[in-house]
């Protein structure tokens, strides 16, 4: 993979990659003492000046205010330090820390690490977004749907050895359901519902050591899906029409932010959290991060006595049709509309889930929880693509469990609409998927999505500059096996005046 990035070689990147797959923190104090960087460290949100750097405190005999001091710097052994401070780690926010240092250089790597109670932790790796002028290129990796107990992490263990710009994390960081005990690794405890429940499955989560190298080598962008929170939930509607799901919604929320490299200002408020905005790459590209869960109209005709999702023909549910309904709230649907950069050469919108039209039978079914459920609001953002002629507009997501690679049209009924947009839905880190066999026949009642795998684990590798987007589909051989190789499935192009994937 080319890339614009001269200060670090491949050799830094592997030896970086070596580094972290040792112990995830380094004892300074006695060796008895209690690790406090058991987590590991991560770093998100990459701005052109700035960037968070998040780690959380371990151990149970931890004061209820922890100093934490950080230091970041221009090179790996910290010889050029160029900022550091303290922060206070609170017992009420689970003793995370989200450190914002400021006035940082654009578009350039730096290195990171903390100190608390005589330990320190591992080195991470970061960078800053370029500056607005540059015309730096951009790769990163599409990730999505990590359910520990379907698999190990063999593809962070990849990726994280990557020159990659960031990770986009496109939600199901974690799941809040109860292993069976059959699982090739199961989740501590039951159905999570409470802020405890909710802090220790993160925890769990990030004992992964494939899982802390892939925060440590580079910066994530994140957004959430529904099972950070409760599977198929909308808006303030809990899947089983629970009748505390705004606490529930409240706990979950709290323990996201405390988890994840997002700034202070994110800090949830109540059942509450602004999670979308947009995130420039210099001249090149610019992202809009999405959240289809908080805001959206609850699912249509759902199953007797739920909430959540089914499957049904509009014909037995008319309110598919109703142009009222919105996925994304009318606030945050205007605020798309109006972040849309007719400027810049790529237009990404991370989301969650996939956008293009598919029915799994001959005869028009609908998936009332994805973008099929909402198909009206799915038409007013591509005809406002359209009609605005928004350039390279590449909608990236997850949520299904499968690589589908397809075209976006204002109208998916008519073959001869135009392709307005381009979609990458990406495969799960090791959620399973559906039968291939569904996919394969469904793929035949769906010729605007051009391939269609429920039976990949991975990411997607992701390279854009001025003319073209390159994207490899990586896909884990053996996802039961935490070493498992990663290899290439197929190879798709997008050039940049035109829209619409071709295989490479
Ligand atoms: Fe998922």
Same mark, same amino acid.
């Not at 359910?147 to 190990?152: A, C, F, P, Q």
């Not at 199901?172 to 809040?176: R, S, T, V, W």
């Not at 309110?319 to 709230?329: E, H, S, V």
């Given at each position: 993979m080319t890339h614009d990035r001269a200060s670090l070689t491949r050799r830094g990147w592997l030896a970086l990659a070596g580094g972290i797959a040792a112990p995830a923190f380094i004892r300074c104090? =006695? +060796?008895a003492d209690v690790p406090r960087f058991a987590l590991g460290v991560a770093s998100g949100q990459p701005l052109p000046n700035s960037v968070v750097l998040w780690t959380r405190l371990t151990g149970s005999d931890l004061p209820a205010r922890t100093p934490v001091r950080w230091e970041l710097a221009q090179d790996e052994s910290f010889a050029r330090v160029v900022a550091r401070g303290e922060e206070i780690a609170l017992a009420d926010d689970a003793h995370s820390v989200h450190a914002e240092p400021a006035g940082l250089e654009p578009g350039r790597a730096y290195w990171y690490r903390f100190e608390a109670l005589g330990q320190r932790s591992a080195t991470g790796r970061t960078r800053t977004a370029p500056g607005p002028d540059t015309a730096a290129g951009l790769s990163f990796a599409l990730a999505s749907c990590q =359910? %520990?107990? &379907? @698999? &190990?992490y063999a593809a962070w263990r990849q990726l994280a050895t990557q020159p990659f710009d960031f990770v986009l994390f496109v939600g199901?960081?974690?799941? $809040?359901y109860m292993s069976p005990p059959t699982a090739l690794r199961r989740h501590d405890g039951g159905l999570v519902r409470t802020l405890e429940q909710y802090r220790a499955r993160y925890a769990q989560y990030k004992s992964d050591p494939a899982l802390q190298a892939a925060h440590a080598a580079m910066p994530w962008l994140l957004v959430w899906d529904d099972h950070e929170v409760d599977n198929d939930y909308a808006n303030l509607q809990g899947q089983t029409l629970q009748s505390d799901f705004r606490d529930q919604r409240a706990a979950a929320y709290r323990a996201y932010w405390e988890h994840m490299p997002f700034p202070k200002s994110a800090r949830p408020r109540g059942p509450d959290m602004r999670i979308y905005g947009r995130y420039d790459w210099g001249a090149l590209a610019c992202i809009h991060a999405i959240d289809d869960r908080q805001y959206r109209d609850v699912q249509v005709c759902p199953k007797p006595g739920r909430g959540g999702s089914n499957t049904v023909r509009s014909s037995e549910c008319p +309110?598919?049709?109703?142009?009222? =309904? !919105?996925?994304? @709230?009318a606030a945050q649907e205007r605020w798309l509309a109006e972040s849309w950069d007719p400027q810049r050469r790529w237009n990404l919108l991370a989301q969650q889930t996939l956008m293009a039209r598919f029915s %799994? !039978?001959? $005869?028009p079914t609908y998936w009332t929880d994805g973008w099929d459920g909402y198909a009206p609001a799915r038409k007013r953002l591509l005809q406002t693509v359209a009609e605005r002629r928004i350039p390279g507009v590449i909608v990236l997501g997850g949520d299904v469990h499968a690589n589908y690679v397809a075209d976006l049209k204002v109208d998916f009924d008519d073959p001869s609409a135009a392709v307005v947009a381009t979609e990458f839905c990406g495969t799960s880190i090791t959620s399973r998927g559906t039968a291939q066999e569904r996919v394969t026949e469904a793929l035949r009642h769906n010729p605007h999505v051009h391939y269609g795998r429920t039976d990949q684990r991975g990411y997607v590798a992701c390279r854009l500059d001025a003319e073209a987007l390159h994207a490899q589909l990586m896909v884990v051989e053996r996802p039961e096996d935490a070493a498992s190789a990663v290899g290439v499935a197929a190879r798709f192009v997008v050039d940049a005046k035109r829209p619409g994937a071709q295989l490479e």
């Open positions: 104090a =006695r +060796a =359910r %520990w107990d &379907h @698999g &190990h199901d960081y974690i799941y $809040e +309110a598919l049709l109703d142009p009222q =309904r !919105t996925l994304l @709230g %799994w !039978t001959s $005869e």
